[in-house]
């Protein structure tokens, strides 16, 4: 275990649980190619918070999508905690995301006809784990998220917020190495936005739970360890 780093109040361990090296991606298209990503860099520690803005179009949702392993760079290279991930054989590379690896999208992608805690046990349950263990780790999440009442109810039942906060549960339960958010209040009012801000950042200070959000929201990125953003598919981090 590393050092440990203080970083806007928030205790930042030194060790590092992703590095992408050199990450390029570019699609063919009738003018030729298109390169969205060029030569991204990015290392990403235990317990950090880190925002990287910019507009529409520019290469966020890519390169979230690459750092994720949903999709794979046109170059590059990306370890999670030592491990080659793109490397992987897609059965294993599938396990490697859903034990390592939370997200958190604009919408909050529940299934509808499941509740508010089976929603949250999801991936637990894909990996296999104990149903009680899986349950009772949910349950006291979304308690802490203010769900208590709404645990048996599903999507349709619940308001937006409510919605993003059970999908940020569903993210934490299997403890991963990072959690990765594409504008996760995008999709919400001001007010609601703010609530679901506080509480991203709540969770992840008190589960030293490394957190990188990509998001059009400065005052959010402001309020985080480090923040950058993409322009010309480059990204500028401090």
Known sequence: MGKVIETKGTAVDSEIVL???NIAKTYKSGAGELSILSRVSLQLRRGELV???G???VGKSTLLHILGTLDQPSEGQLR???TDVL???DDDLA???NRHIGFVFQFHNLLPEFTAVENAMLPAMISGQPITAIKDKATA???RVGLE???HHRPGELSGGECQRVAVVRALVMQPLIVLADEPSGNLDTETSARLHDMIIELAQSENQTFLIMTHDRELASRFDRSGTIEDGQLQLN
Do not use: C, V
């Open 19 to 21: 590095e992408a090296s």
């Open 51 to 53: 925002a990287i803005t």
């Open 55 to 57: 507009a529409s179009g």
């Open 80 to 82: 999670i905690m030592q």
């Open 87 to 89: 490397n992987l054989p």
């Open 141 to 143: 999440l979304l308690t």
């Open 95 to 97: 396990d490697f995301r």
């Open 149 to 151: 009442a709404r645990l």
